[in-house]
């Protein structure tokens, strides 16, 4: 007769369970381009930093093609405070004068960027910070004048990208691009994202937030979590005004993205401990898969 098996035993089967089931879809991933949006709200703990920054450090060690583009808008918001400038807002856009500009550098190229890219190295994938205004990586245009340097995405200029990625390498991306007179402008995070992953021609387009996913009715008693949705179906959201003010750049973003080319997008709760590698690596994933049909 088998002996019973110890709790030991039983714990090591059950990460076997987790391999046997992740590897084929390592095996799909490999090689695949796959852009993440590393959200300032989902940023908030340092655990939780760590946590993704290992998760990204393993995407890559498996042979996915990682690019990660941050926002920082809590980080900004906070360091502003503490130099005695006021956050000011216009339809979710950041009025962003010669000051928030500089405040906008300071919080993403010096405190968020180093700091994922830190981590990750540190979780054991060479990451490299870059800009927007890195080899003209980001060309933008002026959304109004009475907002300051804020901008739209133009153009995407991908070659440092794909150099980066060629060489083995996980580029984190900060949102700050260049102005057709040479101006820094700062942009919406999400908006980026959707642009880097269309330039790329990127096999998946992933938004880590701070809420679980898309929901319908969203604040109603019949609110309910779409665990998977089409872009056909996002767009009636959007020309419907069904969505919450803070998804809006994200569902628009993932709807041109598909209009680029782009094949698949998530929608995933940050504060969720390794919810890339449960989207990913799992049969059942988390969140909300956006499909073309």
């Given amino acids: 007769m088998t002996e019973p098996l110890t709790d030991r035993a039983r714990a090591a089967q059950a990460k076997a369970r987790v391999l046997r089931e992740a590897l084929p879809w ?3 991933w490999a ?5 993440i949006k590393y959200g300032g709200n989902a940023n908030a703990g340092d655990a939780l ?3 993704f920054a290992a998760d990204v450090a393993l995407m890559h060690s498996v042979g996915l093609r990682v690019v990660v583009v941050h926002g920082g808008g809590p980080q900004i918001s906070a360091l502003s405070v503490r130099l005695g400038l006021r956050p000011t807002f216009v ?3 950041r ?6 500009l500089e405040v906008v550098r300071m919080a993403l190229l010096g405190q968020v960027n180093p700091q994922l890219v830190s981590m990750i190295c540190a979780a054991g994938a060479p990451a490299v910070g870059v800009c927007g205004t890195d080899a003209n990586l980001i060309e933008a245009r002026e959304v109004d004048p009475a907002l300051g340097a804020v901008g739209e995405v133009e153009a995407v200029d991908p070659r440092v990208l794909r150099t980066l990625l060629d060489d083995g390498a996980v580029p984190v991306v900060a949102t700050v691009g260049r102005g057709p007179r040479g101006q820094d402008l700062n942009i919406n995070a999400d908006t ?4 880097v992953a269309t330039s790329l021609a990127a096999d998946n387009l992933i938004y880590l937030t701070n809420v679980a996913g898309l929901y319908e009715d969203f604040g109603t008693l019949s609110s309910s979590l779409l665990s998977e949705v089409s872009v056909e179906r996002l767009r009636k959201m959007l020309a419907a005004g069904e969505l919450h003010t803070g998804m809006i750049p994200k569902i628009s973003s993932i ?7 782009v094949t698949q997008a ?3 709760d940050g504060r969720v401990e390794h919810a890339l590698l449960l989207e990913i690596f799992t049969d059942q994933g988390i969140g909300t898969l956006v499909t073309r049909s």
């Fill in 91 to 93: 339809n979710g856009l």
């Fill in 266 to 268: 998530c929608l995933l």
């Fill in 49 to 51: 930093t760590e946590t």
């Fill in 192 to 195: 980026v994202a959707g642009a």
């Fill in 255 to 261: 709807v041109s993205a598909f209009d680029g080319g």
């Fill in 26 to 28: 390592i095996t799909r």
């Fill in 31 to 35: 090689g695949r381009t796959v852009v």
């Fill in 95 to 100: 009025v962003t004068d010669p000051q928030t």
